[in-house]
């Protein structure tokens, strides 16, 4: 068999209303079960949870042992409708595993089958308890809040609240769905109260939609406020259709701005959720109206760091001398090193089209060092540097991948894309393999890999293509803008 013909005989199972299967079947999953892929083993691990019969459970032993750690997770997972003894035994057993989403997924699986076989409550919180004592990962730390509080323990409603001080969107997002699926009548009240705090700063749209979404099931008139004491039958709009609105806009940003909804905009700019106003902040770019200005240069006061960096980062279609004072300004008093970077992107920019000649306009990026203290910054500082033409910052730019601080490389791969062209391929693309060599951060391999395979898609359309990706055009910025005036 093909791996086209595997997956066509795996999917047919899992479409079939039959939970049984014949003799050629079991052999043929038998065989697949030792696939040379761990992902058909891993498909065929997933096809077994529709199948109630020995050979399925034997397979999912030994599945749930196999050398690759997604095939384990896939195995454990779909063990959870196995209802016997020694099905919970392994799983007990595979709390042990050392891959993080294996615990998590037989903690879930343990607890389901534990509680239709019998076993005892107080045993199962025991065995919970002695993972929490080790367990560093927030995924299975998760896990076992949702099982303890299924358990009975109602004060794991707060752990899992907990969750949230995660980095990991995927984990806060993870949470919103075990939330979710806890739901009751007992504690709705309480599940909204929280969503409705942190929604103010999540800053992860996803994370933000996710929230939207089971405050609609809470309650599907979301004008009652509870967090802020408002009134039964508000007005408002919801959180998801506030998120709708600038969805919207964010897709085309071609769309003309009219006076009503410069209107909707004002109105976002004050928003409680902090995701919304640098949205706000980050839309309002495309516009060049007064209008637009000043709400920039109220959000680039926002409490939310942010929301600022964003406004800083849009004041750069102002390009006046105005509004070069006003970041200046900023640049001096702002403390998120974030947002000063964004600061001195836009004063680039600005430097750039307010001078008179091509070597002024470089002789101005140049200025902007003087702005740049941390290493962040003065990686910023290069980027732009490069990006208005000076190809021989080039390898000093490249040199921050190696930099001590996560955020630094974070940033210089993540900034690959607008600087890549066909005269620099080689060198950069040597660069991001020799850091994926060593790198240990999880998020700047997904961004290195990512960029990577952009790269070679790109590649092999033909030489050209990887202008797509490549320098900016920043001719715009010299054009007169009267009506930003």
Known sequence: MNLEEKYAFLTNIQESDDETIDEDQCDILEQLSNDRSSWVRGEVATTLSWIEDDLSKDLLFKLARDKDEQVRTDAVGSLCDVYEPDVYEVLKEALKDPYYLVRGYAVDS??????????????????????????????VKLNCYKALYELGHQEYLDSMFSIFRSKNYNTRCAAINVLGRQLSADNQAQIKIFLLRVARTEPAYAVLWS??????????????????????GSTKRSLSERLNLIRHHRNDRELELGDDEFAVASELASDEVAWIRSEVAALLMCYATPVSRELLLKLAQDKDSDTRAQAYRSLSRF????????????????????????????????????????????????????????????????????????????????????????????????????????????????????????????????????FLKDYHEAAAKSPDAISKLGVREYAYLVEADDSAT
Not at 223 to 229: K, N
Not at 428 to 438: D, E, M, P, Y
Request: charged share 30%; aromatic share 10%.
């Open 319 to 450: 390009r006046t001398k105005e509004i070069k004072f006003f970041l200046q300004h900023a640049f001096e008093h702002e403390r998120d090193v974030f947002a000063r970077t964004y600061i001195i992107a836009s004063l680039a920019e600005i430097d750039f089209s307010l001078a008179e000649d091509p070597k002024a306009q470089l002789g101005a990026i140049k200025k902007a060092q003087t702005h740049a203290r941390t290493p962040l910054e003065k990686a910023a500082y290069y980027y732009w540097r490069y990006l208005f033409g000076d190809a021989d910052v080039l390898d000093t730019w490249l040199s921050y991948l190696d930099h001590t601080k996560n955020i630094v490389r974070w940033f210089v791969v993540s900034s690959m894309d607008s600087v890549i062209n066909k005269d620099n391929a080689d060198k950069i693309i040597q660069a991001v393999n020799h850091r994926l060599t060593k790198e240990r951060s999880g998020n700047v391999k997904y961004i290195a890999k990512e």
């Open 110 to 139: 343990m607890v389901s089958v534990g509680k239709v076989i019998g076993v005892e409550h107080n045993e199962m919180t025991q065995t919970i308890n002695h993972v929490l004592e080790k367990e560093r990962s927030l995924f």
């Open 211 to 232: 929230i939207g979404k089971l405050l609609d099931r809470i309650d599907e008139d979301y004008s009652t406020e509870l967090a802020e004491g408002g009134e039964a």
